[in-house]
């Protein structure tokens, strides 16, 4: 089982960058798929990115894509989520999930953190 703590969310202008962190518990860690998504009220949970445990394979929604970095660092049981050139779409709770198989659903990840704040102001 994972317990996993997000941080690292804020207030930014558009064009600046801010970088994610999910913590996670649990000795397992590093065979785990992690993901990046995020929620606005009202509107369903969207796919940001994700890791694959082993491979590395690496997945971004399109609207993200060059502009976010996803990495882990399996030693410190952690996976970032790099931002860079911020808009105001992309204000939301940022959430990281683990799941033992990476992909772009929600129903596969089985492990939630409870979401940190980014707020783009234009």
């Known amino acids: 089982q994972l317990q996993l703590v997000e941080s690292g969310g804020g207030l930014v202008q558009t064009g600046g960058s801010l970088r994610l962190s999910c913590a996670a518990s649990?000795?397992?860690?590093?065979?785990?798929?992690l993901g990046w998504f995020r929620q606005v009220p009202d509107e369903e949970r969207e796919f940001v990115a994700a890791v694959s445990g082993r491979r590395g394979a690496i997945y971004y929604a399109a609207s993200v894509k060059g502009r976010f970095t996803i990495s882990r660092d399996n030693a410190k049981n952690t996976v970032y989520l790099q931002m860079n050139s911020l808009k105001p779409d992309d204000t939301a709770v940022y959430y990281c999930a683990a799941g033992k198989t990476i992909g772009t659903m929600r129903g596969i990840y089985d492990y939630w953190g409870q979401g940190t704040q980014v707020t783009v102001s234009s």
């Open positions: 649990g000795r397992t860690f590093s065979s785990y798929a």
